[in-house]
């Protein structure tokens, strides 16, 4: 299994980046897909995540600012983030797994990837 993510940068606040997750080696699509941040000295926190059955879920400090999609023919996952914020700051990790943490914005049993680093200047 592999999680490859992409689209990380330095960005102003107020402005927007996308990040995308690609799976492989998985012989069924992951029941969940999801991303979550991790800034220094901070602990980890679910951001979203994205069902197989199309439900999502969301931590309240992204809500109405971040978007997480999938596109199935390219086997891609996707974190639209708009009106970024200093306080998002961090590295994100994409995760994919069999398992949902029931009402969290995490998925469980989850593979992630090395992430990549969202950085918000203001």
């Known amino acids: 299994v592999q999680v490859v993510e992409s689209g990380g940068g330095l960005v102003q606040a107020g402005g927007s980046l996308r990040l995308s997750c690609t799976a492989s080696?998985?012989?069924?699509?992951?029941?969940?897909m999801g991303w979550f941040r991790q800034a220094p000295g901070k602990e980890r926190e679910g951001v979203a995540a994205l069902l197989r059955d199309g439900s999502s879920s969301y931590a309240d400090s992204v809500k109405g600012r971040f978007t997480i999609s999938q596109d199935n023919a390219k086997n891609t996952l996707y974190l639209q983030m708009n009106s970024l914020k200093s306080e998002d700051t961090a590295m994100y990790y994409c995760?994919?797994?069999?398992?949902?943490?029931?009402?969290?914005?995490?998925?469980?049993?989850?593979?992630w990837g090395q992430g990549t680093q969202v950085t918000v200047s203001s």
């Open positions: 995760a994919a797994g069999p398992g949902w943490l029931t009402g969290t914005p995490e998925c469980g049993s989850a593979h």
């Open positions: 080696g998985y012989t069924y699509r992951p029941f969940c």
